[in-house]
Every structure is written in C-alpha cells, then in structure tokens.
C-alpha cells in the first residue's frame, strides 16, 4: 500500500529514511526488494505474506525440502514420484471419513424376526 503523503514525510524527517510503500499483508516498510504478481495491484515484503505459509523455496522439494535434481522439468515441486506420493498420503484433509456411513446402514429384514425364540417362529 502506498504511505500517505504526511506518513513519508514524518518518516524522511525524524529518520532520514525515504519510503514509499508497505507491505499489504503485515505492514512493514518496504524497501527497494518487493514481492508482487503479475495482473495484480498489491505489494509484499516477503513471499510468506504474500502466499501464506504453505509457500516453498523455488528449487526445493515441498516434502523434503532437498535441492531439486538439475534434470527436473521448469516448475517442478517434488524431487521424485516417491516424495509427491508421500506427500499426498500426509494428508489428512482430503482424505474421506468412513466411519460415519457404517451407522448408516440398514439391518436385515430377517433381524426382526426370529431374534427371540417364540412358538410359531422359525430359526433361519
């Protein structure tokens, strides 16, 4: 976000500093590094404000965080086949709950009868 116009001036004033900008997210100056995106109008300090904390290194492995391999394809985001399947095994959120659908089910027509033994009932 760009500084008002009496926020840099304070801040060329009393700290010798000149700056224009802050980061969108956390608010912290900006200096001459920023991060930002294509088609989009907000400025960053850092790529975790800008992405989240889900963000990692170009060039690293998102499981394992290794040095990608140098005949990995541009924009790769795991090492080998074995990291990208532990990955998504490793998560939890995705993955469907089976154990509220097993009270779901319906019992047996033969349950209702013959469950007590009684005259005129006969056995399965």
Request: glycine fraction near 6%; proline fraction near 8%; hydrophobic fraction near 25%.
């Amino acid at each position: 976000m760009i500084l008002p116009a009496e926020v840099r001036r304070r801040l060329q004033e009393e700290r010798c500093i000149y700056v224009t900008e802050a980061c969108d997210h956390c608010g912290q100056l900006l200096g001459p590094i920023r991060f930002t995106r294509k088609d989009e109008s907000g400025v960053w300090c850092s790529r975790e404000c800008r992405d989240g904390k889900e963000t990692h290194a170009p060039g690293t492995c998102k499981h394992c965080h290794a040095t990608l391999p140098k005949n990995q394809r541009r924009g790769a985001s795991y090492c080998d086949h074995a990291c990208k399947q532990a990955a998504y095994r490793s998560k939890t959120d995705t993955k469907p709950v089976l154990d509220a659908k097993l009270s779901v089910t319906n019992p047996t027509i033969n349950a209702a009868f013959c469950s007590i033994p009684e005259p005129g009932c006969y056995p399965p």
